[in-house]
């Protein structure tokens, strides 16, 4: 038997192979991009291969990528390129993940140190056949880049860790990154068509319970919109997130990777993100940023320097 080879949409992703197919809206001028190249960019590149590491901008097909690799920026994918997880916006393939690698962690932080980065983010694939849900590794990172690289700060991006005990946050807490982020993804009447085995309260609650653990991290969540959410919605989750004591919101536009995943319901226009920036400013948020290319690890750096610089001028006026 062949081995599956994930640049085959269908093997890619098996979960929706039998799915009807489901129009491609034409992207408007806002949301269009440059291909990605340079001199820069493909030093990145080089950088990631030789490290035998791989990036949710990749896996994932951020239109930020060109962008962000061009400044020497990426975010880290760690555990995998194979989710346990086949929600229906996601071009991160699914099935049975491999093992674990060990040397994963040295070698995330090898490439930090050698990109030189200020801040760096930490993602995964969901992990949910490990006990743990992969929060060891992820501690373990975490370590390993503030070994080698002490003065980088470090972003997180987790899974649910919903068929974990309350131990696997824990865990993750006590490596003590200093931005933990977990996308809440979209409003909760979407949940079982966009974001199957996961459950809005919970990953609000994640979230929560962080605070709780070490007030001291920052906390993020970032939300879609174009997904068929009405903006009563939206604005209810910014409540929700503000009662659990979120800091940093992120909103982007949801674009299609394939004509098997969930539909693009409508572009929403630049005005729109506007004014969703604006009423999350007025709940109290941190920071927010909303706009058609926000995702969550886009100018990361930049704002983490806008928020530590926000918490400081919060506290200097206490």
């Known amino acids: ?3 599956r080879d994930l640049k085959i949409p269908s093997e890619r992703h098996p979960e929706k192979a039998r799915r009807p197919d489901t129009p491609r809206l034409k992207k408007p001028s806002w949301i269009r991009v440059r291909a990605p190249g340079g001199a820069a960019y493909e030093e990145t590149r080089r950088i990631m291969r030789d490290n035998a590491l ?3 901008c990749e896996e994932a097909a951020c239109p930020n990528a060109g962008e962000c690799w061009s400044q020497g920026h990426a975010t880290m994918m760690i555990m995998g390129d194979i989710c346990t997880r086949g929600c229906t916006f996601c071009n991160i393939a699914t ?3 491999d093992a674990l690698d060990q040397f994963e962690p040295g070698r995330v932080a090898q490439a930090v140190a ?4 200020n801040h760096v983010v930490i993602t995964s694939v969901d992990r949910d056949d490990l006990g743990d849900g992969g929060a060891a590794h992820f501690a373990q990172t975490i370590r390993a880049v503030r070994h080698r690289s002490p003065m980088t700060t470090i972003e997180i991006l987790t899974p649910d860790f919903i068929k974990c005990g309350p131990e696997a946050l824990e865990t993750v807490v006590e490596a003590r990154p200093d931005v933990f982020n977990h996308n809440l993804e979209t409003v909760p009447g979407l949940y079982t068509r966009v ?3 996961a459950r809005y309260f919970h990953s609000l609650r994640l979230l929560q319970r962080v ?3 070490d007030a001291s991290i920052f906390t993020k969540s970032g939300l879609m919109v174009g997904l068929g959410e009405q903006r009563h919605e939206v604005l209810q989750v910014m ?3 503000r009662a659990a004591e979120i800091d940093f919101l992120t909103i982007g536009q949801y674009l299609q990777p394939t004509p098997k995943h969930h539909a693009v319901a409508r572009f929403v226009t630049p005005d729109e993100f506007k004014a969703y920036q604006v009423a999350g400013q007025g709940k109290g948020f941190s920071m927010v940023s909303a706009t058609p290319l926000t995702r969550s690890s886009y100018h990361a750096g930049d704002d983490f320097e806008r ?3 926000a918490r400081h001028a919060r506290m200097a006026a206490q």
Do not use: F, Q, S
């Not at 050698?114 to 980065?117: D, F, H, I, P, T």
């Open 114 to 117: 050698k990109l030189g980065l």
């Open 211 to 213: 605070k709780e653990l």
């Open 95 to 97: 099935g049975r993940p």
């Open 1 to 3: 038997m062949r081995p």
């Open 54 to 56: 791989t990036t949710v």
């Open 195 to 197: 974001r199957p085995g």
């Open 307 to 309: 928020l530590r610089a």
């Open 239 to 241: 409540d929700d997130m």
